[in-house]
């Protein structure tokens, strides 16, 4: 019932930005939690940063002071900006949506990722 979309990947080198975003759309009452999360080649699936419907934020270490994560609530949208990427950095990057929807039942999304490679 809710669905997630990715984008803004691509190919960067490093130093340099990209900003990623996610669409929610479907039967969303509000969503509490948006979260972005990366796999690299052959690793688990980690957390990068989480923002709260408030606005507050918690950010993985490798993420802070590079990454900022923002919202707009009356769009369902979120937003990953990453400046001074590395290439450590480069991965799928998942957007995590919790809230509810109009029928007051909650819900967990996930979107398809999208690809971030950091290289020269």
């Not at 991965?91 to 949506?97: I, K, L, R, S």
């Amino acid at each position: 019932q809710v669905q997630l979309v990715e984008s803004g990947g691509g190919l960067v080198q490093p130093g340099g930005s990209l900003r990623l975003s996610c669409a929610a759309s479907g039967n969303i009452f509000r969503i509490s939690t948006m979260g972005w999360y990366r796999q690299a080649p052959g690793k688990q699936r980690e957390m990068v940063a989480v923002i709260t419907s408030g606005g507050s934020t918690n950010y993985a270490d490798s993420a802070k002071g590079r990454f900022t994560f923002s919202r707009d609530n009356a769009k369902n949208m979120g937003y990953l900006q990453m400046n001074s990427l590395k290439p450590e950095d480069t991965g799928v990057y998942y957007c995590n949506a919790v809230g509810v929807t109009k029928m007051f039942h909650n819900f967990d999304s996930w979107g398809l990722g999208t690809q971030v490679s950091v290289s020269s």
